[in-house]
């Protein structure tokens, strides 16, 4: 699982291996493994959708923390268009 994205190909076997390990879990494990195993079929869906496309926020997130950060520093921004400025500077967007 190298790659970015799989093909539906992939993901079909990940998948009947995933079925294949939460049985196991569930029945022939400890018992925690078996909370393991409820958790995961909650979540069944999105793991799957996560394998066949790897898409996250991770890059809105960041700017946020940046966002943050900058108000932190600065005690608050009276002026806004200061503090855009700012966020666009450390942002790295040329003006």
């Not at 009947?16 to 958790?39: C, D, S």
């Not at 898409?55 to 946020?64: C, D, L, P, R």
């Not at 923390?65 to 700012?86: D, V, W």
Request: glycine share 6%; proline share 2%.
């Amino acid at each position: 699982m190298n790659k970015k994205s799989q093909t539906a190909k992939q993901c079909r076997d990940n998948i009947r291996k995933l079925k294949e390990m939460m049985k196991i879990m569930k029945y022939e494990a400890p018992t925690e493994f078996g909370k393991l195993a409820e958790t995961i079929s909650e979540w069944f869906a999105p793991i799957i959708r996560m394998w066949r496309f790897t898409k996250n926020n991770g890059i809105t997130e960041g700017f946020h923390r940046k966002m943050k950060l900058i108000q932190r520093r600065a005690y608050g921004y009276r002026n806004f268009e200061n503090y855009r400025l700012r966020v666009l500077v450390e942002c790295g967007v040329n003006l």
